[in-house]
């Protein structure tokens, strides 16, 4: 029994000292936690450290694009002004200048219709004074008009030559149609005369006659020669110049 028993007591330091080892162990494995923990939050730290510096970086880099993409815009805002006041100014001189054009092709062209109807006036002058001499329709109704309030005869004298003629018949037609006979037709010989004329005369029909051709526009002259009656003569037609 004591052997026995010293056994035991011999195995029981054994087990205490096995106890008393274990806790060596215990305490290395949470100084390995700790440790591993404390790396783990250095990690974590330095990871946040550098997503935070480069967050940082981002911010800045974004703030420097903005004030890059602002200063651009600025730049750009100015330029297109600077562009539509000089489209504006280039436009305004080329307003004027177009205004000025156009006054001036305005001047132009009124000057240029001054002339054509100062051409047009001398041209029908001068076929007026080119074409035979006639009673137009209106002559001959102021020549009625006036005649026929005071009818009585009349002499007629002609110059020879075709122009006069035409013109004589016409005179005579008119003078009929207002009521005139003709007393005496005449074409006398070796006198030259121009033109209608209105020898002088105390016969009261004279005046008529006279403002009858004045009141139709029809030019006449007054003969130095006087007769008793109111003689007409048509001499040739007046020379154009």
Partial sequence: RNAVSRTSFTHSPRRRANKTNDMPDRNRVSETGEDTLE???AILESSYSSLTNTNLGLLILAGVIALAIGIVSVLATRKGEELIRAKDGQLSRETVQAKANIATAQAEAAKANLKTAELERQNLELREKVASRRITEVQHQILIDELSKHRTTFNI???GDP????????????????GWTVDKKEFPLGIIWIGLVLF?????AFQVVSNALKRASIPFTIGDQSRDK??????GKPPIF
């Fill in 39 to 41: 790396t783990d939050i």
């Fill in 157 to 159: 004298e002609v110059k």
């Fill in 163 to 178: 122009e006069s003629g035409i013109f004589a018949a016409d005179i005579l037609k008119t003078f009929a149609d207002a």
């Fill in 200 to 204: 002088q005369t105390k016969d009261p």
């Fill in 230 to 235: 109111i003689t007409i003569m048509i001499g």
